[in-house]
């Protein structure tokens, strides 16, 4: 038997539980808490925050409920991530067969890779994913809500909205495509201060308004790339949580910001 190319996991014991069903019950009880939002549609993207899960799960779980009526059709996530340890030019693909977390390996979509993987902007590192949290942490998730599904693993770096955008088109498909954009909004200002940065970036991405810039959100590149083809596309954004870990788990002197988005093809356009 062909041996098996794993990404091991990262930050498990850190950004979220080590131990399996610690983790798996974490998930269920956020999962739990969450009033599934009335969207005219089945998400096509998200836009979901990457810290740990005791600052930021909340606002993740908010994105991922709405995908529990969808496990039997999506097969596929797209999902991009910012850089925060290797820089990288363009849109980074792993060199392996399978990522890895306390619940089990997800598989990666070797054809979907193959496929992009002509375009210049996209690059292969195992450097820019070995310690990258910012995908890992969304696929305990996915492995809840979804189950059996092919990934699609993108680390971000310097691009711009129409070379994310024309990966992401590549890769679009249809109901069985989920695209996961990973990003946090503003760092470390002052509870009110983020506020108002935080909304402020809000109404941007709900008016589709880009280049959201670095400090407005971690994740801006890869927003960016949805945002420029939701005007393509006619995406519809939908807010559905906003806050941040001073109401979550963190004191007030210093927050990061926490948003969660879905973006649905609606019927009219």
Request: proline share 7%.
């Given at each position: 038997m062909q041996d098996v190319n794993i990404r091991p996991a990262a930050v498990a014991g850190a950004f979220y539980p080590g131990d399996t069903d610690t983790l798996s019950k974490m998930i269920d009880d956020m999962l739990a808490e969450v009033r599934p939002a009335d969207l005219p549609a089945a998400p096509k993207a998200l836009i979901v925050p990457h810290a740990g899960y005791?600052?930021?799960?909340?606002?993740?779980?908010?994105?991922?409920?709405?995908?529990?009526?969808?496990?039997?059709?999506?097969?596929?996530?797209?999902?991009?991530?910012?850089?925060?340890?290797?820089?990288?030019r363009g849109l980074a693909l792993?060199?392996?067969?399978?990522?890895?977390?306390?619940?089990?390996?997800?598989?990666?979509?070797?054809?979907?890779?193959?496929?992009?993987?002509?375009?210049?902007?996209?690059?292969?590192?195992?450097?820019?994913?070995?310690?990258?949290?910012?995908?890992?942490?969304?696929l305990p998730f996915l492995q809840k809500v979804i189950g059996d599904f092919r990934l699609v693993p993108l680390a971000v770096g310097d691009a711009s909205p129409e070379e994310v955008s024309e990966v992401l088109e590549h890769l679009w498909?249809?109901?069985?495509?989920?695209?996961?954009?990973?990003?946090?909004?503003s760092h470390y200002q002052p509870y009110d201060e983020a506020q108002l940065m935080d909304e402020?970036?809000?109404?941007?991405?709900?008016?589709?308004?880009?280049?959201?810039q670095h400090d407005q959100a971690c994740?801006?590149?890869?927003?960016?790339?949805?945002?420029?083809?939701?005007?393509?596309?006619?995406?519809?954004?939908?807010?559905?949580?906003?806050?941040?870990?001073?109401?979550t788990a963190g004191d007030k002197g210093q927050v990061v910001g926490y948003a969660a988005f879905a973006f649905t093809e609606d019927s009219d356009d």
């Open positions: 005791i600052y930021s799960g909340p606002i993740a779980a908010s994105a991922y409920a709405l995908l529990k009526p969808l496990r039997e059709t999506t097969k596929r996530i797209v999902l991009l991530g910012p850089v925060h340890r290797v820089p990288v792993p060199d392996a067969d399978a990522f890895t977390t306390p619940l089990g390996n997800v598989l990666l979509d070797k054809d979907a890779m193959q496929d992009i993987s002509g375009l210049t902007q996209v690059v292969i590192s195992d450097a820019a994913h070995a310690w990258e949290h910012s995908l890992e942490v969304h498909g249809g109901e069985e495509t989920l695209i996961v954009i990973s990003s946090d909004l402020a970036t809000v109404q941007n991405i709900l008016d589709l308004t880009y280049p959201s994740g801006a590149t890869p927003i960016n790339g949805l945002l420029h083809l939701s005007r393509k596309k006619g995406l519809q954004p939908h807010l559905l949580d906003l806050r941040n870990s001073g109401d």
